[in-house]
């Protein structure tokens, strides 16, 4: 069974870290470009970073862009996100979405190219 399971959510203070981990079971993530999604309530989900899944070429949304970090290790079969300096609009369901094929920087933010998706990890940033 294929399965994405996203952890490492939680509640944290402006300015705090967290570390998002994204671990697939069923199938193998090497051969799959990943991408982190979240989304808020009464907002459409936003792409926040991708790495591809052959030379780990990365991406990042502006807003995010210097503050988080996406990796991979695919001996693990799962793929990170470092989050540093949250800040309040960093508060959503972050998800994690698997898509077999190279997106390039046009597109890799539009949720339809993902074929696998986990359920979700909380992240809220608050005082």
């Known amino acids: 069974q294929l399965q994405f399971v996203e952890s490492g959510g939680g509640l944290v203070q402006p300015g705090g870290s967290l570390r998002l981990s994204c671990a697939a079971s069923?199938?193998?993530?090497?051969?799959?470009?990943i991408a982190w999604f979240r989304q808020a309530p009464g907002k459409e989900r936003e792409g926040v970073s991708y790495?591809?899944?052959?030379?780990?070429?990365?991406y990042y949304a502006d807003n995010v862009q210097g503050r988080f970090t996406i990796s991979r290790d695919n001996a693990k079969n799962t793929v990170y996100l470092q989050m540093n300096n949250l800040k309040p609009e960093d508060t959503a369901e972050y998800y994690c979405?698997?898509?077999?094929?190279?997106?390039?920087?046009?597109?890799?933010?539009?949720?339809?190219?993902?074929?696998?998706w986990g359920r979700g990890t909380q992240v809220t940033v608050s005082t």
């Open positions: 069923g199938f193998t993530l090497d051969y799959y470009a």
């Open positions: 979405g698997a898509a077999n094929l190279y997106l390039p920087k046009s597109s890799w933010y539009y949720s339809w190219n993902y074929k696998y």
């Open positions: 790495i591809s899944s052959s030379d780990g070429l990365t």
